[in-house]
């Protein structure tokens, strides 16, 4: 058997030798290979990277690919790359899909702070780079369904039976996934224009997110950012669980308050 030569990295681990060239260039900038595909309008290949984190292939994150690829280019050269320093900002409208293909495009996410979240429910991004006074905001065109249902006529069923009622069998399930991949290929494989409608907007962008100190819950000795502790009354200095009071979540409904009783 052909021995592989292999080289150490810093974790410990070892690499194919021809791998390591790559981890070093990804060390100077982890989204080079998606930056690489966005400049190329290479639509096939984010959808591929967002399926990374989505974990499947769907029409909602491919929608979100397109959404992000035709808005950034709208916005201009320099919003590409997105560095992941609030810079490049984007306000997904929805918490569904097509949010993931907005952050794994677009770089911006909720965990750097250059994801706003706004609940409203609509298939809509807007993109805006601090310090400019107009942005973009691309939403779905209404009539995207009717391009799905051309191209993969099963699709809608299938969607209908297994994740709406949650029915169905293993069979039924890998044949979701199929024609949900097949959805998704398709839909990236048209133009912009029968899938989005773009518009120059004046955005809303909140304040470059605080950096907020930590304190420890004296209840449960865990380390909470002081700006999530009760701050008055007999329960002050509490972590909300421990204060047994409601806080917000998102979830698939939205942003939700959820009650929260010791």
């Not at 052909?2 to 790559?22: C, F, K, M, Q, Y």
Request: aromatic letters at 6%; one cysteine or more; charged letters at 25%.
């Amino acid at each position: 058997m052909e021995e592989i030569e292999t080289e150490r990295v810093e974790n410990g681990s070892r690499l194919p030798a021809r791998d390591t060239t790559w981890i070093e260039q990804l060390k100077q900038n982890p989204r080079r290979d998606f930056i690489q595909a966005i400049r190329d309008n290479d639509a096939a290949r984010c959808l591929v990277k967002t399926a990374e984190i989505h974990g499947h292939f769907c029409p909602g994150s491919a929608l979100g690919v397109m959404a992000s690829l035709c808005g950034l280019r709208r916005l201009g050269g320099e919003s590409i790359p997105s560095d992941g320093l609030e810079n490049l900002m984007a306000i997904v409208e929805i918490n569904a899909c097509f949010a993931d293909g907005v952050q794994a495009v677009s770089g911006c996410t909720l965990g750097n702070n250059a994801l706003v979240y706004r609940d409203l429910g609509r298939m809509a991004v807007t993109f805006a780079i601090r310090g400019k006074e107009s942005g973009v905001r691309v939403r779905v065109h209404p009539e995207f369904r009717s391009h799905i249902t051309r191209a993969v006529p099963e699709f809608h069923p299938l969607l209908e039976k297994v994740i709406k009622n949650r029915e169905g069998g293993p069979e039924e399930e890998t044949a979701f996934k199929k024609k949900a991949r097949e959805a998704a290929f398709a839909l990236i494989g048209l133009p912009f224009e029968l899938l989005l409608i773009t518009e120059s907007v004046r955005p809303d962008l909140p304040e470059y997110a605080p950096i907020t100190e930590s304190v420890v819950c004296p209840a449960c000795g865990e380390t909470i950012m002081a700006t999530k502790v009760v701050s008055d009354g007999e329960k002050s200095g509490l972590c909300y669980m421990c204060a047994g009071g409601p806080y917000r979540q998102v979830e698939g409904r939205g942003i939700v308050t959820v009650s929260h009783g010791k």
